[in-house]
């Protein structure tokens, strides 16, 4: 499943966004709440709700302020790197987990005020355990673990799916890992088809790094042939659009094409300048895990092939033009241009244009100005391909 416009991972009870390492809830439907709570003896229905309304929010607000002071210590890092990298994860996660177990506490006191509506908030508290448990913290650890013999089948079942989100992140790039676990995976699904917290899983797997083209397309069959959730259906129709627009970007292929647009800097930007060379176009977003993961590789083209005839622009489909331009101060190799459309922050209308569902998309074009190769996605074999497309242009 590709990682598209909107890459915002909702439950159906609960939409759960991670937000460098907070996580910020809000509620999928108040109606719900009604149905989730009974009223107690002398209370009515409508006291309940307003009372879980205000918990909720509550709740919110706390993990709102956890999280902007994570994002202070992280600085331009992303959760992701601090899991990554050992140096950095043993500088930044000491200071970083206490203000993620503030948020377990108030998991913890919420469920236990509201033990009805308690499902709301389970799978996304074990899901913070399962990063916490990424950056060593031991109690988190034990508390996944003891999750999983509960007598509780939801408690065992989110505790089992915060294991196996570990165990993914662990794998590394390992084929076999990662084919035993989506086994895994696909028991559970055969059990409970209609299951939406297995598609969010799924889709945090298919977000969180470089894969082999055939465990990408595994995940992808079972979002879209198996899983029967609305969730799932969701996405399924949404895969649908994105064959269509495929078909669009794929038309685009040994033509002529011109990439305008601003710089971050505000100066203004077209491709035609750069006829005669071969021109690497990257689709990208800092937000975006395979595209920070095939960055290394982006960049060591620029250095091999720069003074050969290759120039590089990227496209970013950020939010935040502050957020663009922090993790370009801490990546100066960078150096080539960076186009940002401040009109339209978040996906790129040049992205759209062309049939643009997934990032990191890049486009090769020669020195005649024509598109010539597309690659979608990032693994090893994807950048391999990529040096491949480009050497021949060169010569």
């Known amino acids: 499943m590709v990682i598209s416009t909107n890459r915002k991972m909702w439950l159906t009870r609960v939409a759960a966004v991670a937000v460098a390492g907070g996580l910020f809830l809000t509620l999928s439907n108040l109606a719900q ?8 003896t002398g209370q009515t229905a409508p006291a309940v709700a307003k009372g879980l309304q205000k918990a909720m929010q509550k709740l919110q607000d706390a993990m709102n302020a956890q999280s902007m002071k994570m994002k202070d210590i992280l600085g331009t890092h992303g959760l992701g790197d601090v899991i990554a ?10 200071k970083i987990l206490p203000h993620m177990q503030v948020i377990i506490d108030q998991f913890d006191a919420f469920m236990k005020s509201y033990p009805k509506a308690a499902g709301m908030i389970r799978d996304v508290k074990y899901h913070e355990l399962a990063l916490m448990d990424l950056l060593g913290d031991q109690s988190a650890k034990k508390a996944i673990v003891a999750g999983q013999k509960s007598s509780d089948a939801s408690v065992a079942f989110s505790a089992k799916l915060a294991d196996l989100e570990v165990q993914w992140h662990e794998s590394g790039t390992s084929t076999a890992k990662q084919t035993a676990l989506l086994d895994q995976i696909q028991k559970l699904v055969k059990a409970d088809p209609t299951n939406d917290d297995l598609t969010a899983v799924l889709l945090g797997f298919m977000q969180s790094g470089p894969m082999s083209p055939a465990i990408g397309a595994r995940i992808k069959k079972i979002v879209t ?33 011109v990439i305008n647009g601003t710089q971050v800097d505000g100066k203004p930007f077209n491709s035609a300048q750069w006829k005669g060379k071969v021109v690497l176009v990257d689709f990208w977003a800092t937000w975006c895990g395979p595209c920070r993961a095939s960055l290394p590789h982006v960049e060591s083209l620029y250095k091999k092939f720069h003074a050969k005839g290759l120039d590089i ?7 935040s033009i502050k957020a663009l331009k922090a993790f370009l101060k801490a990546h100066p190799k960078m150096a080539w241009p960076q186009l940002f459309d401040a009109q339209h922050p978040g996906w790129s209308p040049m992205a759209a244009n062309f049939g643009i569902s997934g990032i990191p998309t890049q486009f090769v074009i020669d020195r005649h100005g024509v598109l010539r190769h597309i690659v979608v996605g990032y693994s090893p074999d994807l950048a391999a391909k990529l040096t491949a497309d480009i050497e021949p242009l060169l010569k």
């Open 33 to 40: 709440l009604h149905r989730a709570t009974a009223a107690p």
């Open 85 to 94: 990298d050992p140096a950095l994860r043993a500088k930044l996660a000491p």
């Open 313 to 319: 622009v990227s496209v970013s489909n950020d939010n």
């Open 225 to 257: 042939t198996e899983l029967k959730g609305p969730y799932a259906l969701a996405l399924q129709k949404q895969q649908h659009a994105q064959n269509a627009m495929q078909g669009k970007l794929t038309s685009l292929k040994n033509k002529p094409i």
